[in-house]
DNA sequence: CGGTATCCTGCACGATACTG
DNA sequence: CAGTATCGTGCAGGATACCG
């Protein structure tokens, strides 16, 4: 395939004084948090904690389909990373109230500029995989 | 476990304007999206991008532990999505520029700060997760 | 209700070999 | 140099069953 299909290059600043340089160490703490945090559900839960406190159950009800397994997995990780407190009342049925932690309000504030930018762009995303494929369609 | 050892839940508004609610629905466009720009290895070679134009071999040089497989899938993946942009020379032996397109620096904006704000907590979700890690131990 | 424990499967990904 | 093609497999994660 040609270059003459793809949309042209930026040209960003390439500013030199920006401290923005990640470690690439594959074994680098902010990899390993970051892979944590980007995961399929755990976005998720942190956008509907910020909204209010949630049940086990109600989660799992509003985030379509989720297996019991991993929201229980997501939500450990979540709790154990001190980003969801976890509640539980001694009644019977039992009660678990999940909710976000400081620490976790702070990294929804992060993330929904994220979120924004993805729904602010889909059309273009959208459009450019149409014309990425169209490019590379069998030439029939 | 009880839940006194985790850490206090915050208080952060429900605000109830709050437009900010995304769509659960397992084929939702942006969790399609999101799903693919930040997975393992998409949002290390946008910051790497971010910086300069490089080339195939020097992407793999500084990404710590990438396969030449995953490499190629992904910035395959980011041009499908118009936010690398591919450039061949024809020259031999052949030399391939990788940079962000408009739309790449643009999400690398958004990025930056979910990256800042991991190294700016790191020492704090370590400090949770030893602390949910000793409450859980094996009681000996 | 809100989980664990167990089993099983698919496919994401690495390794390797080949090519324009 | 910058890829494709092919094969093998580890483990993420679904399904199911059971429990406090």
Redesign the pocket.
């Known amino acids: 395939m040609e270059d003459g299909t793809s949309p042209e290059p930026s040209s960003c600043a390439v500013t030199e004084d920006d401290p923005f340089q990640w470690d690439a160490r594959e074994d680098c703490e902010v990899r390993q948090i970051l892979d944590r945090i980007a995961?399929?559900w755990s976005l998720l839960v942190i956008a509907l904690l910020e909204r209010r406190t949630m049940?086990?159950?109600?989660l799992?009800r509003e985030i379509d389909?989720?297996?019991?397994?991993?929201l229980?997995?997501t939500?450990?990780q979540l709790e154990r990373d001190g980003l969801v407190h976890?509640k539980?009342h001694a009644t019977v049925?039992?009660?678990?109230?999940?909710s976000l932690t400081d620490m976790g309000c702070t990294l929804h504030d992060t993330i929904k500029p994220l979120v924004t930018w993805t729904e602010a762009h889909q059309q273009q995303i959208i459009a450019a995989r149409a014309s990425y494929d169209r490019a590379a369609a069998p030439p029939a």
Chains 1, 2 share one sequence.
């Open positions: 995961d399929k049940r086990f159950t109600e799992k389909g989720v297996s019991q397994r991993m229980t997995v939500l450990r976890r539980v049925p039992p009660r678990v109230d999940y």
